[in-house]
């Protein structure tokens, strides 16, 4: 409705058009480069001579007779396993994500519903929690995980992740359950629930929304830790990042650097999927703490 | 409600942050007054008939497994770790401040100590990209606010990805392009004319690289957030700006800035904590040589394949438990007030 | 049976009285209106009988158990509010059915309720829509519909009307009534509305600051106003309050003198008149001013005058003129005049014959 009352001057809106076009590009360049150079032979991603012939695919035509080869992928996903890191991190994301959303819907509904003054104290301690970087509290975990024999199982790396998660969690819950009347979980009070059923049939239906964009947040962080998982876990455990920082080291000097280009692409594939399909909860996310909190 | 029924409905929440974040920093505070045991030394005397006897001191592997094994903790060592060359370094810096030639000197030889080293890049870190990465967001937004509906779509999709993607794998992304055979190494090589040009062998362009992937990774945050709420500056108070005259800037200036102020204070305050905490670049960057973290000094003592040193490890976390408390600081007075005032 | 007495009932938080000290007995099937300004602490007491908030103090009869400690649901109560708290993922039909499903009424019985009371609030044609496809009137009515369905001993309403529009007020505060007076379930009803309160109550409580003002049938509240708090908020125009001295049965105020009243009081008073008790006259009269401002209501018309800081209104015929700045007169005899304390406000009873 506003739209012809701000029209820009010519100047103006080209200088901010071509902005926005270099930002898209810079934003999307790196991901669709390293896409499309993780079907070349590594003489052609990584060329001495030309970039030119990633493009092409020089290299990889003469290597493989096509100008697309899936070797790193075959490399990657069968020889180096990558499959088997890509079950632990569904394992580990899916669980995360059921337990945090678990915890912090009940948390987040209580500091929501609750008019004492602890709540704000509690609030206060998830945001001195949330600030803690997540390696020194790793430091802290690790003596005690090996004494206790529990260090490497992927059910130790679940719950330290889901602790981590809940101070944002409960905030992000927290200001959705804020968002929804009071008036609404009192009536089934009065109708003959108790809170608990007040808060399952009657709240949690309309809660959906930010339940779903609070789980979009905590699959986000389970599925993008690196400090936690690669030093809690086992070798054999270990989830797709910390199996790519892994196998670094050793491909490169093996000269296999496209089995690593071809496990990041792999791993950064499923985000891609979710950005489309739930860029809108993303942004609402993000927004929603900022914009209540 | 009553104060049963929020316990019971926060207490898995709670006890899950007490057990696995209030507990560990206990931890990590009684594990930095402890060090490493040594290894026990036995001396044996070997004699042989032509040159007499000597005595030759040998490391007792089992003593020293068994004497690990019974106390994990290794010996109390107070704040000797704190002090040491690998963190405070008071004795180094003692001795740099006495005896150094001139201010250039002595900021030399203080990067030299690892701890410091570590804190150098991490400050620069948290107190470039920060601000940085904010105005750049800032404009991306404006920008997008201007172009039709029908492309914002598109738009934000693209703008969201360097922020969502594992921060690992973008900093490799980026490292493998701006590495000298990938495309943007090699075009600088091009552009500057200089073919040995190399991004990982001078610490500058290391940082500025660093930095740029800062800016690079956070900027959508702020994008988003602001692009946000620029959707709900009033409208009305727009208009009255625009018959009172003002101009486009200053419509900006006076109405949208001041409307966005606590937004961005906001994303100020979660950029400045993610920030301070920056690792996975430098892991993915394979920068350590140029540049290293708070973050990534306490890793690289965790990952020692034969010694872990937890107790070095524990005396950086606490230090940066110390930094993330004077980040947070002003914040939590503020809210403190605001509390009190209530 | 469900008389509902509270004695001596407070509610704190940290420092601020909410309710202080609120003592009242509610007849079996009274229609009971809690009046007030906004923070008054009128909803709060509703909700510490409905159990949503904690009693700091005293206690909380209906019929003859002590319910401090009970749960909401086992207060035999039901509820309507203001935003009506519908639930917006059940249909008409199920929101009202769902007080019978959580308590277990025997499912047989549920359609023929739901019918009766989807009948009794005229909402038999919207049975499948969900809230959200209602309007402001029929959001309402489920709400009404939901409260009535499990016959509870007790209903309470929180302002049920404050989101309509006036129109649909008039005709669903006949609605409510009538339900009452079918049902004949003891109501308390908590609004700010002074006319709401005089419409539908058969005893009104003013509450102020958490303190009961007064307590009264409607008739008694405003002809007899306990103070001058109750004597400003209730009425249209609230009464004319005007600061003064009194001496040997005349009161002088700003350009008002009024002989003939009460001889025992003495010093500085309030002195309070309706507006529709007073009479602009051409000569002599009470009070004589110049006309500060002219409404036309319709009815009547409406003159005010200002004196010294206070501006006093006075009714009169509805063909009556005269311009801002014309100086006239005013009846305002003693037998219309109340007379409160000027420093606590309290009302100085009138002696008989006095």
Redo the contacts between chains.
């Keep these: 409705m506003m739209v012809t009352k701000r029209r820009q001057p010519l100047p103006l809106a080209v200088l901010s058009t071509g902005f926005v076009l270099l930002w898209v590009f810079m934003a999307a360049f790196p991901f669709i480069w390293t896409v499309w150079g993780s079907f070349k032979v590594e003489q052609d991603f990584f060329s001495r001579d030309s970039w030119w012939f990633a493009i092409e695919g020089t290299r990889t035509i003469a290597r493989t007779g096509s100008a697309f080869t899936g070797d790193g992928y075959y490399g990657a996903w069968v020889l180096r396993d990558f499959f088997s890191s890509v079950i632990n991190t569904v394992i580990v994301t899916v669980s995360v994500v059921v337990v945090s959303l678990t915890f912090g819907t009940l948390g987040g509904y209580a500091l929501a519903r609750s008019g004492y003054r602890y709540t704000f104290w509690l609030l206060m301690l998830a945001l001195v929690f949330r600030a803690m970087p997540h390696i020194t509290l790793v430091s802290g975990y690790l003596l005690p995980f090996f004494e206790m024999n529990i260090w490497g199982y992927m059910p130790t790396a679940i719950i330290v992740l889901v602790a981590i998660n809940q101070p944002f969690t409960l905030w992000m819950l927290h200001s959705f359950f804020l968002s929804i009347p009071k008036d609404l979980d009192e009536s089934a009070m009065v109708d003959g629930c108790s809170r608990f059923q007040a808060f399952r049939l009657v709240v949690i239906p309309v809660m959906w929304p930010g339940v779903i964009t609070t789980g979009l947040f905590s699959f986000l962080l389970a599925y993008n830790d690196f400090a936690v998982t690669a030093m809690l876990l086992s070798q054999p455990n270990q989830t797709m990042v910390p199996k790519i920082a892994s196998f670094l080291g050793t491909v490169q000097q093996e000269g296999n650097v496209m089995f690593a280009v071809a496990a990041v692409v792999s791993a950064t594939a499923p985000l891609f999927v979710l950005v489309l399909f739930f860029q809108r909860q993303i942004v609402s996310g993000l927004t929603a703490g900022a914009v209540k909190g | 409600m009553p104060h049963r029924a929020f316990f019971a409905f926060i207490m898995p929440s709670l006890a899950a942050m007490l057990l696995f974040i209030a507990l560990p920093i206990v931890s990590v505070a009684v594990q930095s007054l402890y060090v490493q045991h040594e290894r026990v030394v036995t001396e044996v005397e070997t004699c042989t008939p032509f040159s007499g006897c000597t005595k030759e001191t040998r490391v007792d592997a089992e003593a020293t497994e068994k004497l690990r094994n019974d106390e994990p903790l290794g010996r109390f060592n107070g704040f000797g770790t704190y002090l040491d060359r690998n963190h405070l370094a008071v004795t180094e810096i003692g001795a740099i401040l006495s005896d150094n030639a001139g201010f250039k000197d002595t900021v030399a030889r203080v990067y030299n100590l690892p701890f410091y080293r570590a804190l150098a890049f991490t400050l620069t870190y948290t107190f470039v990209v920060t601000p940085f990465a904010m105005l750049l967001g800032f404009c991306i937004a404006l920008g997008v606010n201007a172009i039709p509906p029908f492309y914002k779509g598109p738009v934000i999709f693209f703008s969201l990805l360097p922020m969502i993607v594992t921060p690992l794998v973008g900093a490799l992304i980026v490292y493998w392009m701006a590495s000298s055979q990938g495309i943007l190494g090699a075009t600088l090589q091009v552009l500057l004319n200089d073919p040995t040009l190399s991004l990982k062998s001078s610490a500058v362009l290391t940082w500025i690289t660093l930095l740029v992937y800062g800016i690079w990774h956070n900027a959508p945050f702020s994008f988003v957030v602001f692009y946000a709420g620029l959707q709900t500056v009033p409208h009305d108070t727009l208009e009255s700006a625009m018959i009172d005259g003002a101009s486009r800037w200053e419509r900006i200036r006076f109405v949208v800035i001041p409307h966005l102020m606590p937004l961005a204070t906001f994303v100020g305050l979660v950029q400045l904590m993610d920030n301070f905490r920056v690792f996975e670049p430098i892991v993915g960057f394979s920068a350590e040589a140029n540049a290293t973290s708070l973050s990534w000094s306490i890793f690289n003592d965790l990952r020692g394949q034969v010694d872990q040193l937890f107790g070095s490890a524990a005396a950086t976390s606490m230090l940066t438990i110390v930094g993330v408390i004077i980040l947070l600081s002003p914040v939590l007075v503020r809210t403190w007030r605001d509390f009190n005032r209530r | 049976m469900a008389e509902i007495r509270l004695k001596n009932v407070s509610k704190r ?2 420092n601020f009285v909410g309710v202080d000290n609120f003592n009242l007995d509610i007849a079996d099937q009274e229609f009971l209106v809690l009046l007030g300004p906004s923070g008054c602490g009128k909803t709060t007491t509703m909700r510490m009988i ?3 908030e ?1 009693i700091s103090e005293g206690e909380i009869w209906l019929g003859d158990r002590m319910v401090n400690r009970l ?3 086992d207060r035999d ?3 309507v ?9 059940m249909t008409v039909y199920e929101n009202i059915r ?2 019978l499903r ?2 277990k009424v025997p499912k047989a019985l549920h359609h023929e309720k739901v019918m009766q009371a989807a009948r009794m609030v005229e909402l038999t044609d919207f049975l499948e829509r969900r809230p959200a496809a209602l309007s402001g009137g029929q959001r309402q009515r489920v ?1 009404l519909g ?1 409260a009535i369905v499990r016959q509870p001993s007790v209903f ?1 309403m929180d302002e049920p009307l404050s989101n309509l529009d006036a129109k649909l007020r008039v005709s669903t505060r006949a609605q409510i009534k009538n339900l009452q007076h079918t049902l004949k379930v003891t109501t308390i009803y908590v609004t700010h509305d002074q006319i709401e309160a005089m419409t539908l109550a058969d005893r009104v409580v003013v509450m102020n600051k958490g303190v009961i003002q007064q307590v009264g049938t409607p008739t008694e509240i405003y002809d007899n106003p306990a103070n001058t708090f109750v004597a400003s908020f209730i009425g249209s125009p609230a009464m004319n309050l005007v600061s003064g001295d009194i001496e040997n049965g005349t009161f002088r105020g700003p350009g008002i003198t009024i002989p003939g009243l009460q001889t025992d009081v003495k010093g500085s008073v309030t002195l309070g008149f309706r507006a529709e008790d007073a009479s602009l006259i051409s000569e002599g009269g009470e009070l004589g001013a110049a006309i500060y401002s002219m409404e036309l209501l319709g009815e009547a018309t409406m003159a005010s005058f200002r004196l010294g800081d206070q501006l006093v209104s006075i009714k009169s015929g509805k063909e009556y003129r005269a311009e801002i700045g014309d100086v006239v007169h005013a009846a305002i005899p003693a037998s219309i005049c109340h007379l409160f304390d000027a420093r606590t406000g309290v009302r100085i009873a009138r002696i008989p014959g006095g």
Excluded: C, T
């Excluded at chain 3, 509010?81 to 993922?89: I, V, W």
């Design positions: 938080w940290h409905a159990g949503l904690d749960e909401p649901k109560i039901s509820m509010f203001q935003s009506y708290g519908l639930y917006p993922n769902f007080p959580v308590r709400a939901r309470l």
